[in-house]
Structures are given as C-alpha cells and as structure tokens.
C-alpha cells in the first residue's frame, strides 16, 4: 500500500477475477484499476512456498514449479514474483531460476483484466463489468473509462486480448544454473484528489521509534503498525472545497483505511493525528491546517454543511458514492478539532503554528454553543434523510440502543460527544487565553453547566453501583445501555472521581473481552460477537480507554487492557484491523475477523503505539516537559520506547518489571515522581 495506491491479492501474490465478484484487485484514488493479475506456467501447477507481504510497497512470493525441470523430489525450477507497489504505479517482476541438470523450456505467462471500478461500486459486492483492452504494441495495453487510464507495459511479452482481458507470454528457454526476468509495469492516469504525503515523512516513522522489551510481539506490533501509517499517508494538494485563498497544498494527513477510506475523514483523521502526538506533533498541525481548509462556511441541509462545522469525509464528485462528496455529517469532529489543537501545543507544537490554527478552533466553539442553544446538548439528527442516521464514531443505524435492545429516535445527545465539547472547551479556552486572544463568550459558564449536568443527567443508577448512559435520546431519556463510549470520557474532567472509577471497573470487568473492550455489553440482547458496533471490538477504542485509564490515574487497568491488544493483534500477524469479532479469550486462542473490515486503519495502527505510551504513564506538562507516575500497571513486562518527541527532542521511556518508570532524559516537571 502507497496511499492512494493498494493492492488488495490473494496469499499467493495474485489477483484472481472471481464469478460472483470478490475484492482483489489494484486500486488508485478510489479506483479499481486492475481485477485480474494472475501468474501461471505452462506444464505445472506454482506451489506457493515463501510469502513476504508484511511491508507496505514491497512484497515478495516465491513460487516452484514441480512440474518442470528434474522429475526428483527436490523442486528445480523457482519463481521470484516481486511487487513493488508506488502511489500510481504497480511494478511486478518474475525471476525464473532453473537448477534442472539439462535445459528447461518455462512459458510463463500472466493474465489481466481491468474494470476501473469505483471502490464504492465493489464494496456492495457486484462484479461490474470489464473493460476492454486496446494493444499499443510491443508488449503494452491500455485501459480506459470514466475518465481513468491505465497503461501497461510488458516488454519482450507476446500479447493475447480477449474479451474480458488480455495473456502475457514469455517464452524462457533457460540453461542448467541459469536464470531470466521479466518485468510488468502498469501506471494510472487521472485525477487524483489526494496525493502521496509518504515522500514527506522522512525516513519514516518506523526508523525513528524503537521498542525493547523481551516481549518480542511488542516490537512487532508498532514497526507494523508505523510502516502502515506511513502508507497511508496522503497529502493535500488540491485547494478544493473550501480551500483558503492562500493554499499552498502539501499538508499531510492519514486517510482513514484501506481499502474503503482511502480519503479525508474529519473524525478519524483527527483521532489518528492525536494518538500519534507522541510520535509526530507536526501531523497533528497539517491535518488541522487540511481541515480548516474545509471548515463549514454556510447552512447547507443536503450537506450537513454549518458555520465552523468540522467535515465528516470527502470523496471524488466524479464517482458513485452513498454522501455527498463534501459531507459534515459528524457531531464530534468539531470538537475534536480543539481538543487535538490543544494537545499538540501541550506537546509542544510550534507556536506559530498553533496560532494560527486559533481562528479555527474559536469557530468550532461557537459552533458547540450555537449548536446546544436549545436543550444545552450537542445532539444530531440526518435532517436531509439520505445521510447518516447516527453521527458518531459509531455510525450504524442500530448503534444507540436502550438496555432492553430499542433503538434510541433522533436528536441524540452521545455522552463521549459532550464529553469532547466539555475538554473543548476548558481546553480552547485556556489556548486562548495562553495567546492573549480573547475568549468566546459565554464558553467557560457554559462548560461548567454541561459538566454539571452531565454528572446528573446521564448517570444510570443500577444495585451493582451505575453507569454512563450512552446517549440522550429525542425527549432526554436516558440511553441506558453498558457501551465501550464511556472510556472516551475518562480524562475530559466530564466525570468526578467516584464516577470515573466506576467507569475503569466496567471496562475492565463487563466489557473486557480479553482482546480489549467490548462495544456493547454481553448482557444486551442485541450483543453479537460480530456485530459491527454491538459487541464487536474495535482497537481505537480501547486504546482511547487506554489513554484516559492512565490519564485519571488509573494505571493497572491501562496496562492491562494494552495488553490485550498485543494479544488481539498476534492473531493478524500484528497488523490490527479496523474491528474484529468480540470472542472472548477463555474460549478461543485469538478472535475472529469480521468481514470486510479495514486492513490496515488510521486510528487502529495508532491506537497501537498510544496504548503502549499511555502504558508507560508519561504525559506531556505542557512547558517543554513531561509527567510520569512513580509506577505503573506490568501486564506488559518490562518494555521502553524510544523515538519519541516532546517539545522537539527525543524522548525515551522505560518500565521495569515492577512497575516504576524511568523517562531520559528526565522530567522537569515537579509533579513527574507523584505516584
């Protein structure tokens, strides 16, 4: 993956073309350019022995071919198939190496259809139709349609077209001890909205951050998930869609996830960015700078588009997509906007920078108090009827649910979403303040309130000592269900004490999987290990309680729960998914994956390396410093993480087998040795 490029193939390399349609394929910009890419030999079957398909840009698949050369035990003919993969071109070589006593005769050839298919297209399952190929002669063909193009180039090849596509052949004669290659080379024409923002990272994150531990997984896990994150990369260029007039593009940003949101979203893009701080504050900053760009201007009900409103995604207008291609439909990134600008500057974000971001973050304000004007809540509803119906990270339409399994009605007032307003506030306001800029008014009275009320109005009294209410529906009922959004609370100073340890023990006891939190309670009638947001477990989202776990102190539980997403990811090859299967570990040895779900995400492979962070207890004290507790939960082991930035130099932080945390070099804050 080479964001806006991936390459979705079977195990063994290739892209097999499927009767009842099916997902492989070579992808650009939203584009499905190649379906079929398929290798083969005459005269035997290719027996797959060797897979290396861990990088993002480069894989290898090692092949031997028993049905020709020496007819002995030992395979005598290899194959090398080699990809390389950038963000609009697709390189593929076969290495053929012959160990056979007398001279082998390999027709080797390779199969490919193209469909140029809108990713939305292929999400919903259908097969569309293919496109048919034209020759431009020696060994290259060309594609084209609906205002894409892709040439593709096989020298020395003879060319077969067909109906639905077209038969690379090399003929190798090949002596004793000899070897030949060929090569295929395919590139994509057309727009793209968002270009590679890889070539801008540096060396990469993965070369920076190191992790020692005896805990091998531990390293595994966050080289993976960095290398993914640097693949999905993309940079903004365009200067569209309410682009200010003194855009000068280039600003990167993570799209949310292959294959399906390979694009800008406001809410996952902000999340991703802001597990990332310790890592890379000037993420933070360009992604801010890419949103701002697109911050709502006007009431646009179709849209969801309103003053200071924070964009949900974007997509091509050029293709076929459910949303408009300039959709606001999200409750939460607006705030979100200022909580992430106010953490980086606590990370030590450049000053100017961040001051110039103020303007925007006082629009999101204004829209918070504009927008809970009447009841005091921010609360949605899909005005339009062909948007989204639940607007929060949890978008399916039976995400908000009473205790006994009824769906909440709209407007809905999502408790993590007030929960974000109020760190919001209390936190833009003291950015603010901290710039000598004057503050919005009303917005500190108003913080207090909701916190006030919040404590009152979505608290859940039950016998065995109560919970957050998941949401308020349309009359200001409370939403009674045990969900995983109460972990999103902790750290926004929207609970008091014994609230919050309320919460800690609910993550940790009813909705612990054993592979992280459960986003719906097992007691729910609706729970199902493979519902999408009903009892399903989504790495982001436990790594969000990671963090606020360790932000109010409490440690052990942190540790605990980041340990069980090192577990969760063992089972896919420690590249966490968007989501998977809520099984629980005393019955199964690793979960299950849940279809199509996104591999690799944004905010899961970020999710990854914040959960460790938070594990170790070191927070950023907002003057060039950090804080850490004396000790911390070991459900880790001893581990330590190197690579980290705070204020622009590195930092590095380490817990011991018993707990206690030593950070190099040492803290300056005077509250780092509080326990």
């Known amino acids: 993956m080479a964001a806006p490029g991936l390459v979705l193939a079977e195990p063994d390399g290739c892209l097999r073309a499927r009767p009842g349609g099916g997902v492989a394929g070579w992808y650009v910009a939203d584009v499905r350019l190649l379906r079929r890419l398929e290798l083969g030999v005459d005269g035997s079957d290719l027996e797959l022995v060797r897979a290396d398909a861990t990088g993002t840009r480069h894989h290898e698949f090692v092949h031997v071919a028993r049905g020709l050369g020496d007819q002995q035990p030992d395979p005598t003919v290899v194959l090398r198939h080699v990809r390389d993969l950038a963000p609009d071109t697709l390189t593929e070589r076969v290495h053929v190496r012959s160990t056979a006593r007398a001279p082998v005769r390999v027709v080797l050839h390779l199969d490919v259809e193209a469909d140029l298919a809108p990713v939305h297209a292929v999400k919903q399952g259908g097969r569309p139709d293919a496109v048919a190929p034209a020759t431009d002669g020696d060994g290259a063909l060309r594609w084209a349609a609906r205002g894409r193009e892709v040439r593709l180039v096989a020298a020395g090849a003879s060319v077969e077209v067909a109906e639905r596509g077209a038969r690379l052949t090399w003929t190798l004669d090949l002596e004793p001890g000899r070897h030949a290659e060929v090569?295929?080379?395919?590139?994509?024409?057309?727009?793209?909205?968002?270009?590679?923002g890889a070539a801008e990272a540096g060396g990469g994150w993965a070369d920076r951050v190191g992790v020692?531990?005896?805990?091998?997984?531990l390293a595994r896990l966050v080289g993976r998930s960095l290398g993914d994150l640097d693949g999905l990369l993309l940079r903004d260029g365009s200067g569209d869609d309410h682009a200010a007039a003194d855009h000068t593009g280039g600003d990167r940003f993570l799209a949310a996830g292959s294959p399906w949101f390979l694009t800008l979203f406001g809410r996952d893009s902000l999340w991703a960015a802001r597990l990332l701080l310790p890592v890379d504050v000037d993420l933070a900053l360009s992604t801010l700078r890419v949103l701002a760009r697109r911050q709502g201007e006007r009431e646009d009900p179709a849209t969801e588009e309103q003053p200071g409103k924070i964009l949900h995604e974007v997509r091509d207008p050029e293709l076929e997509h459910l949303l408009p291609p300039l959709y606001y439909g999200t409750v939460d990134a607006t705030p979100l906007?200022?909580?992430l600008l106010a953490d980086a500057a606590r990370w030590g974000a450049d000053p100017d920078q961040v001051r110039a971001l103020l303007p925007a973050a006082r629009r999101c304000l204004e829209w918070q108090l504009?927008?809970?004007?009447?009841?005091?809540?921010?609360?949605?509803?899909?005005?339009?009827?062909s948007g989204l119906s639940n607007q929060g990270w949890k978008d399916s339409h039976d995400s908000v649910q009473f205790a006994d399994g009824r769906l909440a009605d709209a407007p809905i007032a999502l408790c993590e979403v007030q929960a974000y307003a109020h760190e919001a506030a209390v936190a833009g306001a003291a950015l603010l303040a901290a710039y000598d800029e004057p503050e919005v008014p009303g917005l500190a009275a108003w913080a207090e309130d909701l916190r006030t009320r919040f404590r009152r109005d979505f608290w859940v009294e039950t016998p065995d000592g109560g919970h957050v209410a998941i949401a308020l529906d349309r009359d200001g009922t409370r939403v009674d269900a045990v969900t995983s959004n109460v972990g999103h609370l902790l750290g926004t100073g929207v609970l008091d004490a014994d609230q919050s340890a309320r919460v800690a023990a609910l993550l940790v006891g009813e909705l612990r999987s054993g592979f992280g939190v459960h986003t719906l309670t097992p007691r729910s009638p609706r729970f199902s290990e493979l519902s999408y947001h009903g009892g399903s477990v989504w790495p982001h989202d436990t790594a969000i309680a990671v963090r606020g776990l360790a932000a109010e102190g409490h440690h052990v539980e942190a540790a605990l729960l980041a340990a069980e997403l090192v577990d969760a990811a063992e089972g896919f090859d420690h590249r966490l998914p968007e989501l998977y299967a809520g099984d629980t570990a005393d019955a199964v040895p690793a979960p299950a994956a849940y279809p199509a779900a996104c591999r690799p995400q944004a905010w899961s492979a970020a999710g990854a390396v914040a959960a460790l962070v938070a594990a170790t207890g070191v927070r950023p004290d907002g003057h060039g410093g950090v804080e850490v507790p004396a000790r911390v939960g070991t459900s880790l082991g001893p581990f330590g993480l190197t690579g980290l930035r705070v204020a622009g130099r590195d930092l590095g932080v380490a817990v011991d087998a018993d707990g206690r945390v030593v950070v190099d070099p040492a803290p300056r804050s005077a509250s780092a040795a509080a326990g």
């Open 183 to 196: 090569e295929v080379r395919a590139h994509a024409e057309g727009p793209v909205r968002f270009a590679s």
């Open 337 to 339: 906007f200022v909580c």
């Open 212 to 217: 020692t531990a005896p805990d091998p997984r």
């Open 370 to 385: 504009a927008q809970s004007r009447e009841t005091g809540w921010l609360r949605y509803v899909d005005e339009s009827g």
